[in-house]
């Protein structure tokens, strides 16, 4: 079991940046692999960014280049650095993790993922 905790959400100018976080809590944080999903209203809840246990990463088209993620075993943490901010961006943004087998293995379907935080709102203004 782990608990997900994400922070850092708010309101920024398009073109700007943001960081999210989320800290995990219970079993051991670096067995699992992490991913961002995001969810706009109206809309169903998409992949953005996923890592693997080795630090592997994969992205969506729509974010590619502007967001990256990245974990930090000892602070069992994972991020999400978005720049380059457009008003689309907006949405809850999640994170969530998965024990899918392989220390190389990416996540990138919710069906993988079995934990979820609770969301962080991400507002992008014109």
């Known amino acids: 079991q782990v608990q997900l905790v994400e922070s850092g959400g708010g309101l920024v100018q398009a073109g700007g940046s943001l960081r999210v976080s989320c800290t995990a809590s219970?079993?051991?944080?670096?067995?699992?692999?992490m991913g961002w999903f995001r969810q706009a209203p109206g809309k169903e809840r998409e992949f953005e960014a996923a890592?693997?246990?080795?630090?592997?990463?994969f992205y969506a088209d729509s974010v590619k280049g502007r967001f990256t993620i990245s974990r930090d075993n000892a602070k069992n943490t994972v991020y999400l650095q978005m720049n380059s901010l457009k008003p689309e961006d907006t949405a809850v943004y999640y994170c969530?993790?998965?024990?899918?087998?392989?220390?190389?293995?990416?996540?990138?379907?919710?069906?993988?993922?079995?934990?979820w935080g609770q969301g962080t709102q991400v507002t992008v203004s014109t």
């Open positions: 890592i693997s246990r080795s630090g592997g990463t």
């Open positions: 219970g079993r051991a944080f670096s067995t699992y692999a």
């Open positions: 969530a993790a998965s024990t899918k087998p392989g220390y190389y293995a990416l996540a990138v379907r919710r069906d993988e993922y079995g934990y």
